[in-house]
């Protein structure tokens, strides 16, 4: 749905993006993470036709943004950081003045303002001034807003600053709702938890580079620091199975933690050696670094790995 083969954009003898990739599925949650200054802005403004990149391949939705910006636009719905809603109006205005924006005529205008105005749980609201919204509900009106008329794919940019717990974790479901409904998600956030949650797939972008690109199980594994809890019945399981993994036992204990990265062909072989050496295991678990140390680690220096 969403492809990139060599962007670049720079801004006097500044480079901004130095040779971008992207490969985004119809109907994926992809998320865009990087540090401030790394060039997400840029990416997102050039991929929904704000501005024009020095050079590089972009396909939206099979439509080239500097060729066919019409049919990009067509294509997509774009919701920024803060809340672009008429605070003076209702909820169920702002989502006619969309329509009526978009020439959907009245009363297909009107039937899409429903949808939304359910879909999004802001019936009951529908008819109350957006000034008296919570923080969550302006939010949800936002989103609602940008999917008037009825696009394929939806660039979200921080989609839940702001918002308490309770209402970040409305606002997944509202994403998961939509990409299960077959619409491509763009994300770019700055909560690490928020892309671990809802990701199909995360790139890292660092001084205008990919520097990093998979899903979140991915990308934990290329941070050193993973293991594998092993759990038995009696300290001498625990010994059998070190003397096995050639490890030093622990000590008078009934769990070992073995280096690894949690891998599914790590752990077949991991198996097959205690079955080998006869121990039983009572139970494993494992433990990979989170989606803080990938970033940490991906982002510490000052150029791209």
Known sequence: MISATGVHKAYG??????????????????????PNGAGKTTTVNILTTLIRPDAGSIRIDGADPLTEPDAVRAAIGVTGQFAAVDALLTGEENLILIADLLHLGRRPGRKRAAELLELFDLT??????????????????????????????????????????????????????LAAGGVTIFLTTQYLEEADHLADKIDVLHHGRIVASGTPAELKRLVPGGHVTLTFAEPAGTHTAARALGLTPPGDQTTLNVPGDGSVPSLRALLATLDAAGVELEGLAVHTPDLDDVFLALTATGAPR
């Open 13 to 34: 003898g500044t480079a901004v993006l130095e040779g971008v990739d992207l490969d985004v599925p119809t109907g994926a949650i992809f998320a865009l993470l990087g």
């Open 124 to 177: 009951a609201a529908a008819r109350r001034a957006a000034a008296t919204y919570s923080g969550g509900m302006r939010r949800r009106l936002d989103i609602a807003m940008g999917l008037v008329a009825t696009p394929r794919v939806v660039f979200l940019d921080e989609p839940t600053t702001g918002l308490d717990p309770r209402g970040r974790r409305a606002m997944w479901e509202t994403i998961r709702g």
